[in-house]
C-alpha cells in the first residue's frame, strides 16, 4: 500500500478550506443581532418619510453591491489578517458609536457604526485586499445615514428658494399665471408649497447617490470624466428638482389640487429620478465625446 507523500514543511501550510470556513453565519447573526432594532427605528421613522424614503432602496443596493464583490472575499494565500489590531480597533470603534446611539436613541450614529463594523470584520477575516476591494460598497453605505436636522435645514431652505424662482420664472414665461411668494407658488386659484421632499438636500443626496452607483457600475477609466460627472450631479439634481416642481404645479393648474396632492404626486417623483437618470447619461455621454482619444 502507498503511503501518502508528505513534502517537508507541507503540514505548516494553511488550509484553504479552512480559512474559506470561517463562520460567517456567526458573523452575519451578530450583524442581524445588532443591527435589527436600528433597522426597524428607521423603517417606523425616518423612512416613513417623504424626504428620506429612499433609505430602503439604498439598503437592498447596498447589499447588491456587496454580492457583485463577492469573489474579492475568496480567501488567497498571503492574506493573513496581519493587521488585527486594526481590526480589533474598527470593531471596538463601532460597538462604541452604536452603544452611544441606542442609549442617546441617535440614530445617524447607530447607522453610521455599521462601516467600522463591516471593515474591521473584513479586516481580520479577509485581510487588507479584500477590504480595499470593497471599498465602494462601504463608501456607498454612507448614504444610509441620516442626514442631521441642522444640516437639513441649513441647505434646504436656499435650494427651495432657489428651485421656486426658477420652476416660477419658466413657467410665467411660457404663459402661465404664476406668481411666487418665498416658497410658495400661486398659480390660478391654487397655492403650492415647495416642501423638503420636493426640493430639498434629501434629493441632492439621493440623486448624488445614483449618480456614483452610476459612475461605479459603468466603471469608466476615465479619471477626469469620473470626476467631471461627480461634479456636474449637483446641478443635475436640481434641474431635476425643478422638473418635479413644473410638473407639479402643471397637474395642480391644469387637473385640480386633488390630482397635484394624489397619486401624480408620487408620479411626480419618478419623473424626478427619471430625469435626473437622463440628464446623467445625457452628461457623460457629452463627456465621453469630448474626451474621445484623438484620430
Known amino acids: 500500500m ?16 479552512a480559512r474559506s470556513g470561517v463562520p460567517w453565519t456567526l458573523v452575519l447573526a451578530g450583524f442581524v443581532a445588532l443591527y435589527a432594532p436600528t433597522l426597524r427605528d428607521l423603517a417606523t421613522s425616518i423612512w416613513s418619510t417623504d424626504e428620506q424614503g429612499h ?15 463577492r469573489e474579492a472575499l475568496a480567501w488567497q ?20 458609536m452604536h452603544v452611544f446611539g441606542r442609549s442617546q436613541r441617535i440614530l445617524s450614529a447607530q447607522a453610521l457604526s455599521a462601516l467600522p463594523a463591516l471593515a474591521g470584520t473584513l479586516l481580520l477575516l479577509r485581510g487588507p485586499r479584500p477590504l480595499r476591494a470593497m471599498w465602494f460598497p462601504l463608501f456607498f453605505m454612507l448614504f444610509l445615514v441620516p442626514l442631521p436636522a441642522a444640516l437639513v435645514e441649513t441647505v434646504t431652505q436656499p435650494m427651495k428658494l432657489a428651485v421656486s424662482t426658477v420652476a416660477a420664472n419658466l413657467l410665467y414665461s411660457v404663459g402661465y399665471p404664476v406668481a411666487r411668494s418665498g416658497v410658495i407658488l400661486q398659480v390660478g386659484p391654487y397655492q403650492l408649497l415647495v416642501a423638503d421632499a420636493c426640493a430639498g ?3 441632492l443626496f439621493t440623486l448624488e447617490a445614483m449618480g456614483l452607483l452610476y459612475l461605479n457600475v459603468v466603471r469608466s477609466a476615465s479619471l477626469w470624466r469620473n ?15 425643478v422638473i418635479r416642481v413644473i410638473a407639479l404645479t402643471l397637474i ?18 419618478i419623473v424626478l429620478f427619471l430625469s435626473a437618470l437622463l440628464l446623467i447619461v445625457a452628461c457623460d455621454s457629452v463627456l465621453r465625446w469630448l474626451h474621445r482619444p484623438a484620430v
Open 201 to 203: 438636500l434629501y434629493t
Open 55 to 69: 433609505g430602503p432602496v439604498v439598503l437592498l443596493l447596498c447589499v447588491w453591491l456587496f454580492w457583485r464583490q
Open 252 to 269: 395642480t393648474y391644469h387637473l385640480g389640487d386633488a390630482a397635484g396632492q394624489g397619486f401624480l404626486h408620487g408620479l411626480a417623483g
Open 227 to 241: 470626476l467631471m460627472l461627480a461634479v456636474l450631479i449637483v446641478p443635475i439634481s436640481f434641474a431635476a428638482n
Open 2 to 17: 502507498s503511503k501518502p507523500v508528505t513534502t517537508p514543511g507541507s503540514f505548516l501550510m494553511p488550509d484553504p478550506g
Open 77 to 96: 494565500p498571503g492574506t493573513d489578517p496581519t493587521r488585527a489590531g486594526w481590526g480589533w480597533a474598527l470593531l471596538a470603534l463601532a460597538l462604541l
